[in-house]
């Protein structure tokens, strides 16, 4: 994401017309061949990994958060890499490739969800949802039976 949004500054602030074509060029293979796939997996672990673990995907409101903001990024950068591709096509052609609409807010946005997501990861803030406070009451029931009938077996 960092080199595309390096890619993404050049396209904005440089005067040298082939590094704008190249830039753009760049950015629409970047975001086809890396960021979508990375993008995609990572939706595809993070679910995996969040139905694998105590976690779970609805228990934690962080882990909830974070699953939805990965999926609304993903959604966007889908979209946005229709726009990518139109971009990267036509600055090749272009006259002045500098006059093309950047796509600048979208890579800052981008790269602000991915720290939000990291740091989500990372700190882990407390509080269940309604599922997993339900859940967390059953598991603890279901360990009261467990003991008070293991106690009337002894005695």
């Known amino acids: 994401m960092v080199a595309y949004l390096a890619l993404d500054v050049t396209t904005v602030t440089s005067l040298d017309l082939d590094a704008v074509r190249g830039a753009y060029s760049a950015m629409a293979l970047v975001a086809r061949y890396v960021i979508v796939p990375l993008a995609l997996a990572s939706v595809v672990i993070g679910i995996v990994n969040a139905l694998g673990t105590p976690w779970g995907l609805v228990r934690h409101y962080w882990v909830l958060v974070k699953?939805?903001?990965t999926l609304i990024a993903t959604v966007v950068l889908?979209?946005?890499?229709q726009t990518?591709?139109?971009l990267g096509e036509t600055a090749?052609?272009?006259?002045d490739p500098r006059q093309l609409p950047g796509t600048l807010p979208h890579s800052i946005g981008g790269l602000s969800m991915l720290l939000v997501i990291l740091i989500?990861?990372?700190?882990?803030?407390?509080?269940?949802t309604r599922y997993g406070w339900r859940r967390q009451d059953q598991q603890?029931?279901?360990k009261?039976?467990?003991a008070?009938?293991?106690r009337g077996s002894v005695g």
């Open 84 to 86: 990518v591709r139109y």
């Open 67 to 69: 699953f939805l903001l």
């Open 144 to 146: 009261r039976a467990g």
């Open 120 to 128: 989500l990861s990372v700190f882990k803030p407390q509080g269940l």
């Open 140 to 142: 603890a029931r279901s």
């Open 148 to 150: 008070g009938t293991r």
């Open 92 to 95: 090749q052609f272009a006259a």
């Open 78 to 81: 889908l979209i946005e890499t």
